[in-house]
């Protein structure tokens, strides 16, 4: 979920609200925090109101391509200090999965239409693509010295 108010930042009020209906449980940011003027200082609100986990293309939103801002997401998540979880989006693929985590050290990932045939939203999920996403995932987090 995101939420914004008339200024362009986060909806403190909103994102509240959501915490409480779901009765404190796990909160998922979507891309929208991305698009606040400093979106480091949203990342700060965001932890501090309890959210657990949220999206991240590097800067750029919902157009935004993960491959195309590295650095960026590498200052996310040295902000981040492992304070909340990044999943890494945006354009994410079977072609790019393995390069993105060990470049960022990142290893949550959120794909949607990179693992469909079309690539896009409509298109319908493809299982060998799942598989082969899954496989380069796994090859990434083993260079990066983690558990899978």
């Not at 993960?66 to 650095?71: H, L, T």
């Not at 990044?86 to 790019?96: D, I, R």
């Not at 960022?104 to 045939?117: I, P, Q």
Request: hydrophobic fraction near 40%.
């Amino acid at each position: 979920m995101g939420c914004l108010d008339e200024s362009g930042e986060i909806d403190i009020d909103a994102f509240k609200a959501f915490l409480e209906a779901a009765e404190n449980g796990s909160l998922h940011c979507h891309l929208a925090w991305e698009l606040t003027p400093n979106p480091l200082q949203t990342l700060d609100k965001l932890i501090e109101l309890g959210v657990k986990s949220l999206r991240t293309t590097g800067g750029s939103g919902l157009l935004g391509k993960a491959e195309q801002n590295i650095g960026e997401i590498r200052s996310y998540a040295a902000h981040a200090q492992d304070r909340i979880d990044l999943f890494l989006a945006g354009g994410v693929n079977a072609g790019n999965i393995e390069k993105l985590i060990t470049e960022t050290g990142l290893t949550n990932v959120h794909v949607g239409s990179g693992a469909r045939e079309p690539e896009a939203p409509e298109g319908i999920v493809i299982e060998d693509t799942v598989r082969r996403i899954r496989q380069a995932m796994d090859r990434a987090v083993i260079q990066l010295g983690h558990q899978a």
